[in-house]
């Protein structure tokens, strides 16, 4: 049976650093798509950083410079670094077989695959 699982999610106070994985049980795709996306109570479900098999990452604007994307195996990664308050939220991880380009990578309407979540909380 195919799952996304998310780990990783803890307490953490602004300034510092994370790792989220996410587990891609039973996804064995040649052509694929990977994002992490993050929703905050009250607020739209928005991708944060992707990638698909052709090596293309895209980052949101919000954390350029601060978030890293990256696939070792059948394991997702966002390393999060200088953490700050507003990237609490719940992060998720998702999954398309097939390839994503452009901004579309970071839509959520491309991606069937959901895990169920991790919550990150940053402390001012």
């Known amino acids: 049976q195919r799952q996304l699982v998310e780990s990783g999610g803890v307490s953490v106070q602004a300034g510092g650093s994370l790792t989220l994985s996410c587990s891609l049980n039973g996804y064995t795709y040649k052509a694929y798509s990977m994002a992490w996306f993050r929703q905050s109570p009250g607020n739209e479900r928005e991708g944060v950083a992707a990638?698909?098999?052709?090596?293309d990452t895209l980052y949101a604007d919000s954390v350029k410079g601060r978030f890293a994307i990256s696939l070792d195996r059948d394991i997702l990664y966002l390393q999060m670094s200088s953490l700050e308050h507003e990237d609490t939220a719940m992060y998720y991880c998702a999954f398309r077989g097939g390839r994503v380009i452009g901004s579309s990578l970071l839509s959520r309407s491309w991606y069937p695959n959901w895990g169920q979540g991790t919550q990150v909380t940053v402390s001012s």
């Open positions: 990638l698909n098999n052709e090596g």
